[in-house]
């Protein structure tokens, strides 16, 4: 599976880098990361550390692969 988080506002490299397993782009005062997803478990580990770092999830969705 893979997925697309949007999150609120430019992450810094500094956050980037706490996600090495997904892509990241920036658009229009948002960042979109993402990659594959193996499973639920590390889907909501990535929702949790999103709201750990403080993040502000926009969307989540799978994408049609």
Not at 16 to 32: C, D, N, R, S, Y
Not at 40 to 60: D, T, W
């Amino acid at each position: 599976m893979r997925y697309e988080i949007r999150v609120e506002g430019e992450m810094s490299e500094t956050l980037v880098k706490a996600f090495p397993e997904l892509g990241h782009v920036e658009m229009a005062g948002q960042t979109i990361l993402f990659g594959p997803v193996v499973d639920e478990a590390h889907l909501y580990g990535l929702l949790a550390r999103c709201q750990s770092l403080g993040l502000r999830v926009l969307e989540m969705r799978q994408l049609v692969e």
